[in-house]
């Protein structure tokens, strides 16, 4: 399955279209931005992998949450941190928590934890600015 396969089949999961990546290293998406409903615009943050072998039961993990446009833009400027998106930079409420995700690779099924308690090695740290070396190109015209 291509990125741009995965990423589209995650937003079905998600039931929100995918709109483009903002963080892209080795061909891999690590952070994604997808379509809006009532809480905002859904990202996704790459945060794990796991591989079992034994069962042949692959599954990436991802932080869900939600987050306002003028704040993603904030982000891609840099003005804002990731930590401070997650965190719901401007907007606090119910529908910003984050939670799990996962999902199985090569098939078309997730899952979702709910789960207000990432652990603290998922999250971003405090100085976790939008670098222009892992910026992709579609952040800047994510919304063109």
């Known amino acids: 399955m291509s990125n741009k396969q995965y990423s589209s089949q995650m937003g079905k999961n998600l039931g929100l279209p995918f709109l483009g990546n ?10 994604s931005v997808f379509g809006s409903d009532r809480a905002g615009y ?74 207000p308690n990432i652990p603290k090695d998922y999250m971003p740290s405090g100085d976790s600015f939008l670098a222009d070396c892992i910026r992709s190109e579609a952040a800047e015209h994510l919304w063109d």
Do not use: C, H
Request: hydrophobic letters at 45%; aromatic letters at 12%.
């Open 22 to 31: 903002l963080i892209e290293f080795e061909g891999m998406n690590l952070l």
């Open 42 to 115: 859904r990202m996704a943050l790459w945060v794990d992998y796991e591989e079992n072998l034994t069962l042949a039961d692959n599954w990436e993990t991802w932080v869900v949450f939600s987050a306002e446009k003028n704040d993603i833009l904030g982000y891609i400027r840099q003005e804002l941190t990731l930590l401070d998106l997650i965190r719901g930079a401007n907007t606090v409420g119910p529908d910003r928590i984050p939670y799990l995700y996962l999902m199985r690779i090569n098939e078309t099924t997730g899952k979702f934890t709910l789960n």
